[in-house]
Structures are given as C-alpha cells and as structure tokens.
C-alpha cells in the first residue's frame, strides 16, 4: 500500500470516528412530553414496550399503532412527530 492510501485510510477512520463522537455526545434524544394519565392508559393499553423510572420522571417506549385511538389528538401528534423525526414508530 502506498502512502497515499495509508493517509487517506487514517483521514477516513478519523472521520468515521469523528462522526461517532459527534452522535454520542452532542445528538440529543427526542422528547415527548405526556400526562402522567396518558401514561397510565397506555400501560393499560398493553402499548408501552419499556420503561425507565426516575425520581421526577418516567421515560418510556410506546408502541404507537392504535394509539390515535386512545390519546388526544394534540398528545398523538407530538408523540408521532418526535417518532418520525428518531426515524422509528
């Protein structure tokens, strides 16, 4: 291999874990912020997949198929879009 390739294998991996670092520490997570009722109902509803309890607040993962049924149209909507915008549902 020449040099040249070796320099442009190490500015690749550089770059590959400057994008790493970057994703890590600087993305933050998207959001969406419930009613603890709402919370409650779709625990009931069997629609949240995990959870993560802290002192002030309960971070979860909802299923969000038949949710539209269960939660104000305003709530579905934030939590739908924060969904869309993570790229998952």
């Known amino acids: ?30 959001v969406a912020t419930i009613p603890y009722s709402d919370f409650k109902m779709l625990l009931a509803a069997g629609k949240v997949t995990e959870a993560t309890i802290g002192q002030d607040t ?16 305003a709530e579905y909507k934030q939590i739908e879009e924060v969904s869309s915008a993570r790229g998952s549902s």
């Not at 020449?2 to 790493?20: C, M």
């Not at 309960?58 to 149209?73: E, F, Q, S, V, W």
């Open 58 to 73: 309960i971070r979860a993962l909802i299923d969000l198929r038949g949710t539209d049924k269960l939660l104000p149209a």
């Open 1 to 30: 291999m020449g040099e040249k390739q070796s320099n442009l294998l190490w500015f690749l991996f550089a770059g590959v874990l400057l994008v790493a670092f970057f994703e890590l520490f600087l993305v933050q997570p998207q």
